[in-house]
C-alpha cells in the first residue's frame, strides 16, 4: 500500500480506530470510575450553549468520543479545548489537559468506551 507521509502537520483525521488501537492501555478505564470526573461544571454549561453536546452525559460523551479527544489532546490539532482563559469552577484558570488525561481518554475509546 501507498504510504502518505506529512511530517510537519498531525491532521485532526489522524485520530483513526488504528491511531487508538495502537495506544498502549494497561488499565481498564471507565466512565463512572474516570472519565466523567474530567469535565468540570463549566466545561458542561459551556459545551450546552456551543455545540449542546453535553459533557454530563455518559450517551453523550461516547457519541463524541474522537471528536473531544480531538478537542482535548494537544496542538497541532484544530480545538484547543478548554480554551485558553477559561475560569473554572474554583476560580482558576482551567488548564490544558495533561498527557495522562487525554492518553486516559484515548484509552477509553480503544476500550469501546465502557460505562
Ligand atoms: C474539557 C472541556 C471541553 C471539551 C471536551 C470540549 C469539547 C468541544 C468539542 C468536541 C468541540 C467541537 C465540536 C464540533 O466539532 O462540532 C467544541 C467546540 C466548542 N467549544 Fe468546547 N469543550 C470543552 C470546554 C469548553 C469551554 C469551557 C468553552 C467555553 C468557555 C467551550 C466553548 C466551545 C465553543 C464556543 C465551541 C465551538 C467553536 C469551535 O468549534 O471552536 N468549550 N468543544
Known sequence: MAQTHNPTHTPAHAHTHEFFTKLNC??????????????????????????????????????WATTIYTAVAPPPHLHSMPPPGTIGPDGKPEQPWTQDKVDTFGCWIQQGCPE
Open 26 to 63: 494497561p488499565n481498564p478505564v471507565t466512565w463512572t470510575n474516570d472519565i466523567k470526573q474530567m469535565f468540570t461544571s463549566v466545561d458542561v454549561a459551556h459545551m450546552i450553549t456551543a455545540k449542546n453536546i453535553h459533557l454530563d452525559s455518559y450517551q453523550s460523551v461516547k457519541i
